[in-house]
């Protein structure tokens, strides 16, 4: 049972690159999220997944696309990279409802130069 | 709209004496969960301890206790018999139900301190 796995677990891009950041689990959540973690803050979700085929905007979607085609996979987009996206980036499952617990991943760390 | 709100960016504590780490909230969702997570310089977040708004006693696990006063909109930590170990950041979350979106929005976390 491996949880939540990301991969890369670190990368580097030039402005204007474009990549995707991997998220995958094997609870068979429903629930699954992406967040991003600057310096020194807190967490900002960025999308969300309630289930397969449904997805919906977080706190800070600009830039980002997301898609769930499979219950297990939740791949976040970065189309056009910029400076401003230099953060970690985590993902995170569970089951729905208000009192389940999310389980993370143990983060990207992404540098965009 | 949703609100985590923790003022304290930094607390010390003695080791095995027991600290509070603060966090008020804000929403009008009548179902929500709060959570801590502690995050060790290592980066992974770690699930501590969480209450429902609904139950009426608080939550303890081993060490960590959740004062939670649903009036004051207050959810703090307690951690007791604090051990260098327990250095890190901690950040508190809620999660409402919100029409089945669920989603959860963090506080921007305490840094604890751990002295021997």
């Known amino acids: 049972n491996a949880g939540v796995t990301q991969t890369p677990k670190f990368q580097v891009l030039k402005t204007g690159q474009s990549m995707t950041l991997q998220c995958a689990q094997d609870m068979n959540h429903e629930y699954m999220s992406w967040y991003r973690q600057d310096p020194g803050m807190g967490l900002r979700l960025i999308h969300y997944?309630?289930?397969?085929?449904?997805?919906d905007q977080g706190e800070v979607p600009n830039g980002y696309n997301v898609s769930r085609s499979t219950t297990e996979d939740f791949p976040l987009r970065l189309l056009s990279a910029a400076p401003s996206q230099t953060s970690v980036y985590f993902c995170?499952?569970?089951?729905?409802?208000?009192?389940?617990?999310?389980?993370f991943g143990p983060g990207t760390r992404l540098l965009v130069l | 709209a949703q609100k985590i709100t923790q003022t304290q960016p930094g607390m010390f504590v003695q080791e095995k004496e027991a600290v509070t780490l603060d966090c008020t909230y804000d929403?009008?969702?009548?179902?929500?969960?709060l959570f801590w997570y502690k995050q060790p310089s290592s980066g992974e977040m770690i699930f501590l301890i969480y209450q429902g708004s609904y139950d009426q006693q608080n939550a303890t696990e081993g060490r960590y206790s959740l004062n939670f006063q649903k009036a004051r909109k207050s959810a703090n930590l307690v951690i007791s018999a604090s051990q260098l170990g327990d250095s890190a950041m901690y950040f508190c979350a809620m999660r409402e139900s919100a029409g089945g979106s669920f989603k959860t929005i963090f506080g921007a976390g305490t840094r604890l301190f751990v002295k021997a």
């Open positions: 997944s309630v289930g397969a085929g449904i997805t």
């Open positions: 929403t009008s969702d009548p179902s929500y969960g």
């Open positions: 995170a499952s569970s089951l729905r409802g208000a009192g389940e617990t999310q389980y």
